[in-house]
């Protein structure tokens, strides 16, 4: 069974740093490629972040981009997304989703991990 | 990367069937055909429901179908049930690594 679980999410103040994780279970990880999706409370999907399998190829929302990393440790199973200056706008519960196989679709996703981002 | 433009909401009888509109540019939608939708419950996880504009994985019922026309995706439910209302997404690849959504479309059986 495929599990994506992630963490580090929590209550962060502006221009604050932050580091979120997902660990990967039940399919093999270093075959795909990996996404950050986000939603801010009663608002709509945002997709932040991805990466190929091999980590030679990144792709960043605008809104993100020059502020968060996203990379890998396939040895490990996980995902992360280093976040930097923060900004409230960047409160959202934050997914990691795995690619079906290319193309940009999701077909699992982790139940969350929520950022707030306030003073 | 400006968000995919859906219908805020629409809604049908059960039965009736519903078509959700996804409109992008030619620099997404209309460029690849990596369009996928999402269906999401409140407090659950999306759930990938078609990609690739038309195909639906193993397990999302026959009454769900895709399709694309230009700049415009579009994800039709036909024999509308109770337990499809939720808010549902569109998604697509627009290059260089990265995607883009829709705002979403709630969705009311009445």
């Known amino acids: 069974e495929v599990q994506l679980v992630e963490s580090g999410g929590g209550l962060v103040q502006p221009g604050r740093s932050l580091r979120l994780s997902c660990a990967a279970s039940?399919?093999?990880?270093?075959?795909?490629?990996m996404h950050w999706v986000r939603q801010a409370p009663g608002k709509g999907l945002e997709w932040v972040s991805s990466?190929?399998?091999?980590?030679?190829?990144?792709g960043y929302a605008d809104s993100v981009k020059g502020r968060f990393t996203i990379s890998r440790d396939n040895a490990k199973n996980s995902l992360y997304l280093q976040m930097k200056s923060l900004r409230t706008e960047d409160t959202a519960l934050y997914y990691c989703?795995?690619?079906?196989?290319?193309?940009?679709?999701?077909?699992?996703w982790g139940q969350g991990t929520l950022v707030t981002v306030s003073s | 990367q400006s968000a995919l433009t859906q219908p805020r909401s629409v809604s049908g009888s059960p039965g009736q069937s519903v078509t959700i509109s996804c409109t992008g540019t030619?620099?997404?939608?209309?460029?690849?055909?990596?369009v996928s939708w999402y269906q999401e419950h409140p407090g659950k996880a999306p759930k990938l429901m078609i990609y690739?504009?038309?195909k639906r994985p193993s397990g999302v019922p026959d009454r769900f179908s895709g399709s694309k026309s230009g700049n415009t995706a579009s994800l039709t439910i036909s024999g509308l049930q109770a337990e499809d209302e939720a808010d549902y997404y569109c998604?697509?690849?627009?290059?260089?690594?990265?995607?883009?959504f829709g705002g979403g479309t709630k969705l009311t059986v009445l």
């Open positions: 989703a795995k690619e079906r196989i290319v193309g940009g679709s999701f077909d699992y």
């Open positions: 030619s620099n997404d939608v209309g460029r690849y055909n990596y």
């Open positions: 990466i190929t399998w091999n980590s030679n190829n990144i």
């Open positions: 690739d504009v038309n």
């Open positions: 039940g399919f093999t990880f270093e075959d795909f490629a």
């Open positions: 998604c697509s690849y627009a290059g260089r690594y990265t995607s883009v």
